[in-house]
């Protein structure tokens, strides 16, 4: 069975003094990482307890104390227990849970965690739990983790030499973009992956849609979850482009606190993300707009009903720049990846801040005839600490 890139993440944690939490997107493979970890510690002799918060006996009692843990998983004399806790979020007080857990019984108790939107959301989780808490956060399968889960580890090992600049081309080539083409469509929610029927990977996708995204919607507290869907659908199709609330609020006929709020919502049920604009000046940084992206190709894809071979796909460039949006924020700390924009214009798809005021900047094109490089003199005359890249399809930056 193919492992999640954060398993090793996870394990490496286990030993230290604060609470593991895991979060994501729902139907993330969250819950089968924690089975597969809670296996492992098991057959190397720990005491491990596993529970899922959708049993409603467990999530009474729990609601009621935190202490009342220890009647499903006794504590041991001289020995540390493992507690793993899927679905955190439907406790009543999460935060508080924890808290009174990791005050009294951190010498006795390691707990594993993980929460899906509403969990995330509480904005006095981050505060309350300081330094008792390590947050690990899971997207949906990058390329590396598609292609293992596709059965196709021996690809990898290319892969890697390629990511690596080891090697310029491989045997595989072909294989790589068709299996590029699937992922830009199809997207990474590791069931759909698993799925080798395409038909009924859009049936999948309509059911994380449908289902799964209206849970996060209901308990993330939106009462008119059509507005929602709606405005997913817009940003859906307009990924890339400039984030303007007032537009959003015209078209969609929504105030436009409701808009931020659904924003909001979004980002922190990792169906969406933002990217700042870079400028030497942090001032005009902070007021300008931001550009949205879509968290997964499988997700916006179904949400404007559009799936084809990617050099047939009349949005082919802007699905391309989403995925470099993805490949980067994998590799870099989401705040170091940033657009340049100008008043008049002028545009850089990516700025990467590797340190103060150094970094590299991509222009992401589908072909690479598309890219003028007389188009970036301004950019490259005013930021020199940022060589320019062109990223083409067919261009091994991309795998």
């Not at 509480?122 to 990058?142: E, H, W």
């Not at 400039?242 to 709020?261: A, D, G, H, K, Y």
């Not at 979004?266 to 968290?295: A, D, G, T, W």
């Amino acid at each position: 069975m193919a492992i999640r890139k954060k398993y090793t993440e996870i394990v490496n944690h286990i030993p230290k003094k604060e609470f593991t939490i895991l979060i994501g997107a729902r139907q993330i493979g969250k819950s089968t990482l924690l089975k597969q970890i809670a296996d492992e510690l098991k057959s190397s002799g720990e005491i491990v307890y596993f529970f899922n918060l959708e049993r409603k006996d467990v999530l009474q009692e729990l609601d009621q104390s935190p202490e009342n843990l220890f009647k499903f998983s006794p504590l041991q004399e001289g020995k540390k227990i493992i507690v793993m806790i899927d679905e955190i979020q439907y406790l009543k007080d999460a935060t508080g849970f924890l808290k009174l857990l990791y005050d009294e019984y951190a010498d006795r108790v390691k707990i594993i965690a993980t929460g899906s939107s509403a969990f995330y959301i509480d904005k006095d989780f981050k505060d309350s739990l300081a330094g008792r808490k390590r947050i690990f956060q899971m997207p949906t399968l990058d390329l590396d983790e598609f292609i293992d889960f596709k059965g196709k580890p021996e690809l990898l090992s290319d892969l890697y030499s390629l990511q690596k600049g080891e090697k310029q081309k491989s045997v595989y080539e072909n294989l790589f973009w068709s299996l590029l083409d699937e992922y830009l469509n199809y997207g990474g929610y590791p069931a759909v992956v698993l799925e080798s029927d395409f038909a009924e990977k859009k049936e999948l996708l309509k059911e994380i849609r449908d289902s799964y995204v209206k849970r996060d919607i209901l308990e993330s507290g939106v009462i008119d979850e059509e507005k929602l869907f709606r405005l997913m659908a817009v940003l859906a199709s307009q990924s890339g482009n400039l984030l303007n609330v007032n537009e959003l609020s015209n078209t969609l006929r929504i105030n436009n606190v409701t808009i931020e709020n659904y924003l909001y919502v979004l980002q922190k049920c990792f169906h969406i993300s933002l990217v700042r604009p870079y400028y030497s000046n942090l001032r005009k940084e902070l007021i300008k707009m931001p550009k949205v992206y879509m968290n997964d190709f499988g997700l916006r894809n179904i949400l404007i009903n559009y799936f084809a071979p990617i050099e047939q796909r009349a949005d082919k460039g802007t699905l391309l720049e989403n995925y470099v949006f993805r490949k980067l924020i994998r590799q870099y700390e989401p705040d170091q990846v940033k657009f340049w924009r100008t008043a008049d214009g002028n545009e850089v798809d990516f700025v990467v801040e590797t340190s103060f005021q150094e970094g590299f900047a991509v222009e992401v094109k589908f072909q690479e005839y598309e890219a003028k490089l007389s188009k970036y003199k301004m950019f490259t005359a005013n930021y020199p600490d940022f060589p320019l890249q062109i990223w083409h399809w067919g261009n091994a930056e991309l795998l």
